[in-house]
């Protein structure tokens, strides 16, 4: 009851996650292996009559399935009927194998194509995510989640598919030696579904638990494999190569250890299957014969048998490893349905929320940024944390105004930052432009504003791409990016290069300077023109002449756009309107003359 239970939970998984397109293309699948079995079925069956009438030539005209060739011939010999029997057996076998390479198509295009859906579904999920997340998990395990998601529902559906395949198989073959003789079919079919129902008692618990420990494993891996390659610099400078090539090799260890269980449990099924069938029925052969069976009128039923066990061994073989299969991938595949479940349920909440087609917006359905953005007592923690970060802090920028946001190390700058830039979702307050809260105008507000961050992040792609940012190429405007590095003050730079905006970087930005780096994520930020700036210690990493040149870019900027500057040293922040300090949670305005020295204010 247990297993039945288990099993019909794995199928309302599958249901959960196929889509309505998905679930009409699964019927085609179903009924592809329904022929398929029918066909196995004529194949298993034309086995008898032929060998019925090798064994009796009187009896041959008396057998349905081949008067209809003493009705065309009456003349024609013994030798010549079998002969049309074989060939019309090898046709059928033809038209059989035919339909399964067919239906063996149809099954993996189905599931190749709801691996690539669900990989592409789970990674839009994800991305719809709030922020926190992000923040909270490790960048191996989100990987793992997009595709150990997509091959755990693309394992189990195929392993499914089989499963149904071999099943309806050996059903149908069961059905026909029963036809046959009864009192061996029966013999026979308890014995195999005893067979597989004992595999799957012994097997079960430890393939779930494997499949479980191969989940965590292959996070690890994850992570040990990105340090290694994403810290490749201070590796090599450290010496410690083989120290992180060790730590991988310990993950890799413990995911060979996990594979190896699995491939020895999967392949046990098929040999006690095969040892306890194939003896049942010997065993079974020797009682019928010691209770009087006729050898001689018992070879057809004998063959028969022996061509139904030829296929239904295999099947039974594939039903154990397939329901193994499964059992393995369950805990990914829950894995996969509670985050679908998660994603769901935040879409559901986000819809509760104004969207963007529900606000009056002008007449070319663009709001504008008019006045002011105001932070009304927000309030904000993380999920786990106990205390606030923010707690019930209000602040207004006027349009044009630039403000800087100082503060000791974890006062909440950066959290402020996020906040505004709508990443966080306060919870009590809000953040406002112009009187609309910015929860109403997710996609209008992704427009108003642009960042820049501490640590810059570039694509290891051309400068095109990097300044355009996810844009199809289609729609680059080469005019607006030469206009945004001109304003970061890095477009005589990028005309010195040979290939110009063609140009590659490598990894990150890898050959180009730490000062051109962060001039090329403030052209990004630029090239949409948003009248909003967030810089959050954008110089930070940079030494004094480099920051000095960085800051001119930023400075250049001063009453054409909003600019809110955290600051991590004072001389960054000289040229603002008004100053800011993050204490307690709460933002406290500051005379500007009194927390800058009079040198720098020069």
Known sequence: MENI??????????????????????????????????????????????????????????????????????????????????????????????????????????????????????????????????VNTNNAETTYIVTGSSSATYGVLTYLFRLVAEGLTFIMIGVFLLYTDWMVAVA???????????????????????????????????????????????????????????HYVDTALISERIARMKG??????????????????????????????????????????????????????????????????????????????????????????????????????????????????????????VGNVLQGLSITIHKGESIALIGSSGAGKTTLADVILGLFPPQEGGVFMDD???????????????????????????????????LPESQVDDKKIWQALEEAQIDEYVKSLPEGLNSYMGANGIRLSGGQRQRLTIARALYESPPILIFDEATSALDTETESEVMESIESLLGRKTLIIIAHRLTTIRNCDRVFEIVDGKAIERDKNSVIPAALLG
């Open 5 to 134: 239970k288990a099993f019909l939970r794995i199928l309302g998984q599958i249901n959960y996650i196929l889509t309505s397109k998905q679930k009409r293309e699964s019927i085609i699948v179903f009924v592809s292996m329904i022929v398929c079995s029918c066909l196995e079925l004529l194949g298993i069956s034309a086995i008898y009559p032929l060998i019925q009438a090798i064994m009796d030539e009187n009896a041959i005209r008396t057998k349905w399935f081949i008067k209809w060739v003493f009705v065309l011939s009456p003349d024609i010999s013994y030798n010549s009927v079998i002969v049309i029997l074989c060939i019309c057996i090898a046709v059928l076998y033809l038209v059989k194998n035919v339909a399964s390479l067919a239906c063996s198509y149809i099954q993996s295009r189905f599931s190749a194509k709801f691996q690539r859906e669900v990989s592409t579904t789970m990674l839009r999920y994800v991305m719809k995510r709030p922020y926190e997340y992000f």
């Open 188 to 246: 026979a079919m308890v014995l195999s579904i005893s067979c597989l129902l004992l595999t799957i008692m012994l097997f079960k618990k430890r393939l779930k638990q494997a499949g479980k420990d191969e989940y965590s494993a292959l996070i690890e891996q994850g992570k040990a494999l990105g340090h290694a390659v994403g810290g490749i610099k201070q590796i090599i400078i450290m010496d410690r190569r083989e120290l992180f090539v060790d």
């Open 264 to 385: 020895f449990l999967e392949s046990c099924p098929d040999r006690l299957i095969e040892g306890v069938c194939i003896g049942g029925f010997v065993l079974i052969v020797c009682i019928r014969i010691v209770l009087g069976a006729n050898p001689i009128e018992f070879i057809p039923v004998l063959g028969t048998f022996a061509m139904g066990a030829f296929k239904m061994l295999p099947s039974m073989s594939k039903m154990s490893s397939n329901i193994n299969g499964i059992v393995f991938q369950q805990a990914r595949l829950s894995m996969c349905v509670e985050n679908i479940k998660e994603i769901r349920k935040i879409e559901e909440e986000r819809k509760k929320i104004v969207i963007d087609s529900d606000i009056k917006e002008n007449n070319d359905g663009n709001l504008f940024f008019q006045n002011s953005i105001s932070v009304k007592n927000v309030t904000w923690k993380y999920s786990k944390s």
């Open 436 to 470: 609309i809260d910015i929860r109403t105008i997710p996609h209008t507000w992704c427009r108003m504003v642009g960042y820049v961050s501490q640590v810059p992040f570039l694509l290891d792609d051309t400068i095109r791409a990097n300044v355009a940012f996810g």
